[in-house]
């Protein structure tokens, strides 16, 4: 291993790492056997680590959260758990996860989610909304300051907290407010601006945008707004701007010289909905502007249709059209496909909607591409039915994408759904360093599943269904699956603030 590299991990891990590892569960050298008491001793498992390539059988001591060895050698512990044949992943990290409830955190635990952060759209008031999930939480979350929200509180003075996750009346209520439509002037602009640093303050992970849902946000308004990202040191985690953006490479050309005229890091969600079939050169436009010394980077989730809010404005082109159009639209809560008439019945009414039409051939490019994270953009199961991403996003990469197709490897893949994840958010909050890695000192987020049976189930028409092969899920060393089975009334969750 040259210097560089182990610098570079080095620097990555804790002290108590440092005093004690050697660097050893680095280049796959057994170590000595950990002298403490152990809380559990994974046994047998291919322990696989994306950041140090560590790819191979070894035993896992876990105490009080964290993981405190990584061994050859045999391990004493209170418990003992057999993880041979199964590999032992860093819990998957999902940045886009609008599943911000006990219905979708069970679905995701059994997809092996351990931390499912709402990066995209936010949340405000911040500090309010961590409150509420505080002990009642599964899996870690935490969100952004979110744009969306705030716009509500500062254009029609209500409180949303977490848009996705209200219940239908209250969010068709919200939907159909002048939030999103509203031009504003500079003095309300400058508002705007604080009312999101207050939600940084609060434990924002960065600015959250999602800027098709407010076609009245100006571009002077996105700008002002991405200035004061680079001013507090986060990023802005955008979903591109809809039809009025001049087209599809317009919306990623703004997001990009916003990331070059601000300096702010800027991450864009899901790009397989936004690019569709420009796929391929929005993503040589991201890698470009990385090249050229731009912090730019991209999700995507791994099924050719997408999911929204029927009422939303991203739906505003879609008045007058043909009856085929509209058979593209499948209403989540019945899975029937709509026509003209339904549509404006749906859209009146409001809800979710099942959006078909990109290629599987595109599809499975992104999935394939090295430097394009995994994320499920997953909508909540709180009310009903709902896409199948938020709960077989991360099964469906792992088992169809990198076995059954062979797009991409088994490392790659958790790369994309671990470590990268965790690296993107470590710049606002430095505990994720201790996330997405299989190291000593790292916190004790598992994932253990069967690489050969491993696969999604959930369908469009049946969106609910648990992912096969998720054997065992830790969340700070406590269970919340074992044995493929749920753990009902454990709570291990924790808050993921800014600048902790």
């Not at 170590?31 to 809380?39: K, S, T």
């Not at 499912?116 to 002990?135: D, F, I």
């Not at 996750?165 to 919200?174: N, Q, V």
């Not at 990023?235 to 005229?261: C, D, K, M, P």
């Amino acid at each position: 291993m040259s210097l560089t590299i182990v610098n570079r991990i080095a620097s990555s891990l804790p002290w108590i790492v440092l005093a004690s590892l050697g660097l050893a569960g680095c280049n796959g050298k057994s170590e000595e056997p950990h002298a403490g008491n152990l809380d559990l001793v994974i046994e047998g498992g291919r322990v696989m680590d994306p950041e140090t390539g560590l790819d191979a059988v070894r035993n896992v001591g876990i105490a009080e959260g964290r993981i405190v060895a990584i061994s050859q050698q045999p391990l004493e512990g209170s418990e003992h758990l057999d993880a041979s044949g199964l590999v032992v992943a860093p819990g998957f990290v999902d940045l886009h996860a609008h599943g911000q409830d006990p219905v979708s955190n069970r679905l995701q635990a059994l997809d092996g989610v351990t931390t499912a952060l709402e990066m995209e759209v936010g949340v405000y008031p911040v500090g309010k909304w961590l409150e509420s999930r505080r002990g009642k939480a599964v899996i870690h979350y935490g969100a952004t300051s979110g744009h969306w929200a705030a716009r509500v509180k500062l254009v029609d003075g209500l409180e949303v907290g977490h848009f996705p996750t209200l219940p239908e009346p209250e969010a068709t209520r919200m939907d159909q407010g002048n939030y999103a439509y509203q031009d504003l002037p500079s003095d309300q602009i400058e508002q705007l601006s604080r009312l999101l640093e207050q939600g940084l303050d609060e434990g924002g992970l960065g600015l959250g945008f999602g800027i098709t849902y407010t076609p009245g946000a100006s571009r002077l308004e996105i700008l002002r707004l991405f200035q004061m990202a680079v001013r507090r040191g986060v990023a802005a985690y955008v979903h591109l701007r809809g039809e009025n953006s001049g087209g599809t490479l317009g919306a990623f050309q703004e997001a990009i010289a916003l990331a070059a005229s601000s300096g702010a890091p800027v991450h864009i969600v899901h790009m397989n909905s936004s690019s569709g079939e420009w796929a391929e050169v929005a993503l040589e436009m991201i890698r470009g502007a990385r090249e050229r010394g731009l912090d730019v980077t991209t999700e995507s989730y791994p099924y050719t249709a997408g999911s929204t809010r029927i009422e939303s404005a991203l739906f505003d082109p879609w008045e007058d059209l043909g009856d085929e159009e509209y058979q593209r639209l499948q209403w989540a809560a019945s899975g029937e496909r709509l026509n003209a008439q339904t549509f404006q019945k749906y859209r009146k009414q409001g809800g979710w909607v099942i959006i078909h039409g990109r290629s599987e051939e595109t599809n499975q490019w992104i999935v394939a591409q090295p430097d394009v994270m995994v994320a499920s953009d997953g909508i909540p199961y709180l009310y009903g039915p709902a896409h199948p991403r938020g709960a077989g996003t991360f099964s469906r990469v792992l088992g169809h994408y990198a076995r059954e197709k062979g797009a991409l490897t088994l490392m790659e893949a958790l790369s994309k759904m671990t470590l990268m994840p965790a690296q993107r958010v470590e710049g606002a909050a430095p505990g994720m360093k201790r996330k997405g890695r299989v190291q000593q000192g790292a916190d004790a987020d598992l994932t253990i599943f069967d690489p050969a049976t491993i696969i999604d189930r959930s369908t469009y028409e049946k969106g609910d269904l648990p992912s096969a092969g998720i054997v065992h899920v830790l969340v700070a060393g406590t269970f919340v699956v074992r044995d493929s089975r749920f753990i009902e009334g454990v709570f291990p969750g924790q808050a993921i603030r800014g600048g902790e």
